[in-house]
C-alpha cells in the first residue's frame, strides 16, 4: 500500500513539474514572439529561456546562409561579439546543424562517447581554454522551420544529475520548436535589403536614413558610405543582402578568373554601367553576379545570355566592377595587339611644349598595361616557356 502511494506520489510531482513547465514556456514564448528582432531573444531573453532548464549555461545558435556557418553572439560591454562555428562535424553544435540530429552528451571530453555517435565528432575545448570554464555535459537540438536549419540551441553542464534526460530533451526539442517560429517570423520581416544589420544592431534606423541622405549627396552607393562612414564590416553587409535576395553573396577575389568566351557579344561599357558580370555558364545554366537580383535589367540578361536555368547571385557594384576590369577581361576586351597600339598616343613634341595632364596618364597607362597583359597572354597561349618584358 506504501509502494502504491509512493507510486501515485511520484507521478504526480512529475506531472506537477511538467504543469510548471508548461506554464513557463507559455509566457517565454509569448515574449519571444513579442520581440523586436533577433537580438533581442539572444540577449535580453536568454536567462528566460536558460530558466526552462536545470542548466548551467544556454547558447543559441543562428545560421549564416552565406558562409554555411553557425554563429553564437554574446555582449562585452555594450559591444557585440561573434563566435563562428563551420557545420561540421568539428564541434557538436555544428554536427547537430549538419546532421538535423539531436545530441546527448554526459562528459565531452570523453573521446570514445563522442566516437559513439559518429567517428568523426569532435569537442571544440577552444571556449573551455580561453575562459577557464570546464564543460561536462552537452545537449544540443537543432532549431527547424519547416525542416529548414535555422539555428541550434545547445544547453551545457546538467545541475542535479549527470547527464540530461529524457524530460529535458522533449522539452529543448519544444523550445527548439517555437525559436524556429520565431526566427523565421524575424526573417519574413525583412523589408529592405539594410534591415538584417538594423535588426543585428549593427547600424540604427537613423544611421542608416543618414547614411541614405549621405549616399544621395555624394552621389555614392548606400553600402559603400556604410562602409566608409560607418564603419560596417562587408560581411555584415553581405549577409543583409544575401538574405534579403535569398541567394549568394560574392566578393571580389583576384584568383577568381572569369573566362574570356563568356564576355563574347557583350558590351563591357554596358556592364559596367548595368552593373552585372557572367560568372559562368555550364550545361546551360547561367550563373549571374549582380547588383540587384530583383531588378528589371535581369530580364535583360536573359535577352543577352540564352540559357535553360538562371542563377543571379548579389554583390556590390564595386566588386562587378573589379570583375570587369580583372585581366581575363581586359584581354577580351583589348581585341587584337594591333588594336591596343593604335590606342597608345606616340608623338615626338619638344620638351617645353609637353603637358603632364593626370588623367590622360592614368588612360595612357591602363593602355600600356594592356598592352603589356595582351603580350603575355598571347605568348602563354603560344607555349613558350619564358616571357621577359623590359
Not at 272 to 290: N, T
Request: a negative charge; proline letters at 2%.
Amino acid at each position: 500500500m506504501a509502494a502504491e502511494k509512493t507510486g501515485e506520489t511520484y507521478k504526480i510531482q512529475i506531472l506537477e513539474k511538467q504543469l510548471q513547465f508548461t506554464e513557463k514556456l507559455k509566457f517565454v514564448t509569448n515574449r519571444i514572439h513579442a520581440a523586436n528582432n533577433v537580438n533581442e531573444i539572444l540577449f535580453q531573453l536568454k536567462n528566460d529561456i536558460l530558466g526552462l532548464f536545470d542548466a548551467e549555461g544556454v547558447t543559441i545558435y543562428l545560421i549564416d546562409p552565406i558562409k554555411r556557418q553557425l554563429i553564437s553572439k554574446y555582449l562585452t560591454g555594450s559591444a557585440i561579439k561573434e563566435i563562428r562555428l563551420p557545420i561540421s562535424h568539428s564541434s557538436i553544435a555544428g554536427y547537430t546543424a549538419h546532421d538535423l540530429k539531436m545530441v546527448n552528451i554526459g562528459d565531452a571530453y570523453d573521446a570514445k562517447e563522442l566516437f559513439a555517435i559518429d567517428p568523426n565528432l569532435k569537442f571544440d575545448s577552444s571556449w573551455d581554454q580561453k575562459t577557464g570554464y570546464t564543460t561536462k555535459q552537452i545537449f544540443t537540438a537543432p532549431i527547424l522551420f519547416e525542416n529548414k536549419i535555422l539555428g541550434v540551441i545547445q544547453l551545457i553542464n546538467k545541475k542535479s544529475q549527470p547527464r540530461f534526460t529524457k524530460v529535458d530533451e522533449k522539452s529543448v526539442e519544444e523550445m527548439a520548436r517555437v525559436l524556429g517560429i520565431a526566427f523565421r517570423n524575424q526573417s519574413k520581416m525583412l523589408h529592405t535589403r539594410f534591415d538584417y544589420l538594423i535588426s543585428h544592431n549593427i547600424i540604427t534606423d537613423e544611421e542608416l536614413k543618414a547614411a541614405t541622405a549621405l549616399a544621395r549627396e555624394q552621389k555614392k552607393d548606400i553600402e559603400t558610405v556604410l562602409m566608409e562612414n560607418y564603419k560596417v564590416k562587408k560581411s555584415d553587409i553581405g549577409m543583409s543582402l544575401g538574405m534579403y535576395y535569398k541567394c549568394k553573396f560574392v566578393e571580389y577575389s583576384p584568383s577568381v578568373f572569369i573566362k574570356r568566351e563568356l564576355l563574347k557579344g557583350l558590351n563591357v561599357a554596358y556592364l559596367k554601367k548595368s552593373y552585372w558580370v557572367p560568372l559562368s555558364l555550364s550545361d546551360r545554366k547561367a550563373v549571374i553576379l549582380i547588383d540587384n537580383p530583383r531588378d528589371a535589367k535581369a530580364l535583360d540578361v536573359k535577352n543577352l545570355i540564352k540559357a535553360n536555368e538562371y542563377e543571379f547571385q548579389v554583390a556590390l557594384r564595386d566588386d562587378i566592377i573589379k570583375f570587369l576590369e580583372a585581366p581575363e577581361f581586359d584581354f577580351g576586351a583589348a581585341g587584337s595587339m594591333s588594336d591596343i597600339l593604335a590606342e597608345i598616343d606616340i608623338k615626338k613634341e619638344d620638351e617645353d611644349e609637353i603637358v603632364a595632364i593626370e588623367s590622360e596618364y592614368d588612360e595612357q597607362s591602363n593602355t600600356i598595361v594592356r598592352l603589356v597583359n595582351q603580350i603575355i597572354i598571347d605568348a602563354y597561349e603560344k607555349g613558350a616557356s619564358d616571357i621577359h618584358i623590359e
